[in-house]
């Protein structure tokens, strides 16, 4: 889009003609006049996830007790692969819906280590997401390894150059997020993962912020492992099961070191020993979230329906839609683009950098507008192409335009309260 009109009724228009526009009400609105740009923080409540996680408590728990078992049994792995075929580009028997992402970070990390023996590096980035960092530095520390750091910028994620200076032939495993969490930077899966084989490394991409807003094709791009979590564009609720990935090539040598019983071989057998099931059975633990792991089929389905071609579309309109709109509006007032400005280069989510960052976000919130701040200074905003509208972007920015102009976010504290 080349120019874009200030007047809210192009917005307007442009919901007109959105072929999603109907997927809206297809999600819970208690309050209509509530504006929400944090779906790639926690997704709204679909209709038919609330129908279906009552269904699976009434009817499945209540009437079918123990019983559901038979067919509670399978569904990690139908859902992985409803999700795999679905959104990750992934043929079937390599995706299993499980765990939180933290948790499957490090049975695949610890994997990927073990399956490199006599090299001793792992590489990540210093942007990346914290649980990543952390677990990747505790797993390093319990394998003996070095934790390697490539330097990124913050608002612009992390480039093949460094990735090519930060491997060699000590270097086992290197782990990215596929989406930066706060610029939106979009990492280029093939590439980068090209240059770490080149090395004789593994790859494993964090999918948290793209799974659901850009298309995602694992198996195409050659990648080793993959994790992330359902509940941002996948709107499976808080704490729903993440996912993860093992290449089928790998699936069945991998040793994931959470040996848990519904990982075993034959599981009912009770047996006396740790026997890996086969494949990619043998990266589940324990029992599963059944209700929630529902919520991730529905989730799924719903974004099967609207097509991930047409939604990373509509994402791409929004947020350049967004940029525009900043540009126009609050560059002027201090607001300084905090994300990739080219819409290829970028996941479903803008920042924009503010000293009183902190401040907008309550002062918004109070305007009736959600929207996420994230450190240093950023107001983070998620148009989540299958329930955000047009006008709720331009409403959204015009809020924070009055909210800058006339200062009420100083009604607030300079800083987030710290929790000690
Ligand atoms: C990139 C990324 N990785 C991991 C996580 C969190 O993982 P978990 O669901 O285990 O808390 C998040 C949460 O926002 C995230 O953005």
Redesign the pocket.
Known sequence: MATFPGDRSFAAECDAADPLAGFRERFARDDPSLIYLDGN?LGMLPLATAERIAGVVRREWGTGLVRSWEHWIDLPRRAGDLLGSELLGAAPGQVLVCD??????YKLARAALDARPGRTVVVTDDD??P??RYVLAGVAAERGAELRLIHTGMDTGVTADAVRDAVDGETALVSL?H???RSGALADMAQLTGIVHDAGALMLW?L??SVGSVPVELDACGADLA???T??YLNAGP?AP?FLYVTAALAGTLHQPVQGWFGQREQFAMGPAYDPAPGIGRFLTGTPDIAGTAAVEEGVRLLAEAGIGRLRDKGMRLTEYLIALADDWLAPLGCVLASPRDAASRGSHVCLRHPDAWRIGRALIRAGVIGDYRTPDRLRLGPAPMTTAFTDVWDALDATRRIIEDKTYQDFPAEPARVT
């Open positions: 923080s939180s992402t933290t948790v499957n970070l990346n997401f649980t990543d997020s989406v930066a969490y964090d948290c912020h994790v992330g979590c509940y941002k704490g993440a």
